[in-house]
């Protein structure tokens, strides 16, 4: 049973565009969701991450919108670069258990 | 900036062989996970490590897959025999504390072929 489901699978944006990811939980106990950046070849590494006692959280060009009634949040990228390319993953987690992850959403920004 | 590091990097093994990766987490990292990413997909976890004792092992087919951390530092995952279907990246990651969140660190995973 997949805990947190992540969409499109894929996206392609124009440089300069928005970048919308979205994702959706059913555990009611999950208090953390982080998003991860992965390149070709290497690890996921920490992008951003927001709790539910906040909706939206903002760092330089990206942003995390938290709807806790939904149990939906988003990745939105602002001024979309070709270096932003890279697989997205969303993930969550409650309390003190492990990280669950999203299928991941490849996203190609091109020129 | 600390890193994790993990080897080998890419191992191509035959079927029915053992194979046996290695990570060594950041230095006071008390946390330690496996994670398995098939291709196209979000890592999964195996097991995972609070020092040197398995704090949840309960998606590690532990017919074939073992883990250890024997001093709570360092850590090796070995598959034996292997399968085709255990062809995925294979990544290691700590965190000072149990929790998602309290931030992972990732390596850079080892690329396992089984042909």
């Known amino acids: 049973q997949q805990q947190v489901k992540q969409s499109p699978q894929s996206l392609i944006v124009q440089k300069g565009g928005i970048s919308i990811i979205n994702c959706a939980y059913e555990n009611t106990a999950f208090d953390y969701f982080p998003w991860y950046q992965q390149f070709p070849g290497k690890g996921p590494a920490l992008l951003i991450a927001i709790r539910p006692d906040v909706s939206e959280k903002k760092e330089g060009r990206f942003t995390i919108s938290f709807n806790k009634s939904a149990k939906q949040f988003s990745l939105h990228i602002m001024d979309s670069q070709p270096g932003d390319s890279a697989t997205y993953f969303c993930?969550?987690?409650?309390?003190?258990?492990?990280?669950?992850f999203g299928k991941g959403t490849r996203l190609s920004v091109i020129a | 900036e600390a890193e994790v590091a993990q080897s080998p990097r890419y191992k191509i093994t035959e079927k029915s062989q053992a194979v046996a990766f290695w990570c060594d987490p950041i230095s006071g990292h008390a946390t330690l996970y496996w994670y398995r990413q098939i291709l196209g997909q979000g890592p999964e976890l195996l097991v995972q490590f609070q020092d040197e004792s398995v704090v949840d092992d309960s998606q590690l087919p532990k017919d074939r897959f073992s883990a250890e951390r024997l001093k709570g530092v360092d850590s090796t995952l070995k598959i034996q025999p292997a399968e085709l279907g255990d062809s995925a990246m294979y990544l290691c990651?700590?965190?000072?504390?149990?929790?998602?969140?309290?931030?992972?660190?990732f390596g850079s995973g080892t690329r396992l072929t089984v042909v």
């Open positions: 993930a969550a987690s409650g309390g003190n258990t492990p990280l669950v």
């Open positions: 990651a700590s965190s000072p504390r149990s929790g998602g969140r309290y931030g992972y660190t």
